[in-house]
């Protein structure tokens, strides 16, 4: 697992699963803690999560509504994104989708235009 950026974005790559989910707990928690605004986590270059993986996210996600900020998903894998579905996390999660024309958009359980999977 790799993970590169700053307090804004973060590129996640590789394998976010119970081997890695401590240090990714931790660059995910300090990227919070030092930014303001939205910190997206851009997913592209991840190749697989399991449970422990999704518990660091959903704790980011947590540790980011606390400090006013907002966690955004970008590029989610489809693999993953049928996980979120299926869960139905994606009414929790902020989860960028390419808007038409190649723009990006971010959704949340309010309904925003762009978001993956309407309620």
């Given at each position: 697992?790799?993970i590169r950026g700053d307090h804004a974005e973060l590129v996640v790559?590789?394998?976010?699963?119970?081997?890695?989910?401590?240090?990714?707990?931790?660059?995910?928690?300090?990227?919070?803690?030092?930014?303001?605004?939205?910190?997206?986590?851009?997913?592209?270059?991840?190749?697989?999560?399991?449970?422990?993986?999704?518990?660091?996210?959903?704790?980011?996600?947590?540790?980011?509504?606390?400090?006013?900020?907002?966690?955004?998903?970008?590029?989610?894998?489809?693999?993953?994104?049928?996980?979120?579905?299926?869960?139905?996390?994606?009414?929790?999660?902020?989860?960028?989708?390419p808007a038409p024309g190649g723009s990006r958009a971010a959704g949340?359980?309010?309904?925003?235009?762009?978001?993956?999977?309407?309620p």
């Amino acid at each position: 697992m790799h993970i590169r950026g700053d307090h804004a974005e973060l590129v996640v790559g590789g394998r976010l699963d119970v081997r890695s989910a401590a240090d990714a707990r931790t660059v995910l928690h300090a990227a919070v803690d030092s930014g303001d605004g939205d910190l997206v986590l851009d997913l592209a270059e991840l190749d697989s999560w399991d449970a422990t993986g999704l518990g660091v996210i959903m704790g980011a996600h947590r540790r980011a509504g606390r400090c006013g900020r907002r966690l955004v998903l970008r590029e989610v894998p489809s693999q993953m994104q049928r996980l979120l579905v299926a869960t139905r996390l994606h009414r929790i999660l902020a989860i960028e989708t390419p808007a038409p024309g190649g723009s990006r958009a971010a959704g949340s359980r309010s309904g925003q235009s762009g978001i993956l999977a309407k309620p």
